[in-house]
Antibody, heavy 117, light 112 residues
Framework: QVQLQQWGAGLLKPSETLSLTCAVH????????WTWIRQSPGKGLEWIGEKHHNGNSNFNPSLMSRLTISVETSKKQCSLRLTSVTAADTGVYFCARGHSTSGFDSWGQGTLVTVSS | DIVMTQSPLSLPVTPGEPASISCRSS???????????LDWYLQKPGQSPQLLIYLSSKRASGVPDRFSGSGSGTDFTLRISRVEAEDVGVYYCMQALQIPYSFGQGTKLEIK
């Protein structure tokens, strides 16, 4: 049974950089897209972007200029960096495991990130 | 971007009764490879979303067979044959055909 455990800073000031990491336990890292999704009261669920263990990646165009998603296969970890955050980036951030034809079948526990001065 | 629209937004159901949720996309979700890229997720209170249905009608591993997905093109339906108390939460459809993937607004199922 694969489990995703995520962590990172939960309180940021405007203009700072959001940084989260997701570790995969009990399952394969290869062959999947490692994905970040966020949830906010105003915008619901929003897909942020994904990276395959082979390096292929896809990003939400609305966030692309501020976004980095990286994978470290040896550690079975995926990381998210979002620069120049504003209050609009406040929300719960989830990592998830995805496959091109079978949905996001495992999710992290979520990390609440609040951006406030 | 593809817009996903769900209805109803609120769904009170008596245990043991059936329930259905509709999802409409602004563009056909049929890929040239023959797959239809529509998934359904349930977010139970206080939890992360969990996958119920992928490719419009395929049940994810461990999902009870009272859940079924149907539809094609732009119109999709999630059906629960007999609602149980553990089915409460918010149901989301999501399109995975085109970047950026996008979710519906969510349908909150509650027990009467």
């Amino acid at each position: 049974q694969v489990q995703l455990q995520q962590w990172g800073a939960g309180l940021l000031k405007p203009s700072e950089t959001l940084s989260l990491t997701c570790a995969v336990h009990g399952g394969s890292f290869s062959g999947f897209y490692w994905t970040w999704i966020r949830q906010s009261p105003g915008k619901g669920l929003e897909w942020i972007g994904e990276k395959h263990h082979n390096g292929n990646s896809n990003f939400n165009p609305s966030l692309m200029s501020r976004l980095t998603i990286s994978v470290e296969t040896s550690k079975k970890q995926c990381s998210l960096r979002l620069t120049s955050v504003t209050a609009a980036d406040t929300g719960v951030y989830f990592c998830a495991r995805g496959h091109s034809t079978s949905g996001f079948d495992s999710w992290g526990q979520g990390t609440l990130v609040t951006v406030s001065s | 971007d593809i817009v996903m629209t769900q209805s109803p937004l609120s769904l009170p159901v008596t245990p043991g009764e059936p329930a259905s949720i509709s999802c409409r996309s602004s563009l056909s979700l049929l890929h040239v490879n023959g797959h239809t890229y529509l998934d359904w997720y349930l977010q139970k209170p206080g939890q992360s979303p969990q996958l119920l249905i992928y490719l419009s009608s395929k049940r994810a591993s461990g999902v009870p067979d009272r859940f079924s997905g149907s539809g094609s093109g732009t119109d999709f339906t999630l059906r629960i044959s007999r609602v149980e108390a553990e089915d409460v939460g918010v149901y989301y459809c999501m399109q995975a055909l085109q970047i950026p993937y996008s979710f519906g607004q969510g349908t909150k199922l509650e027990i009467k």
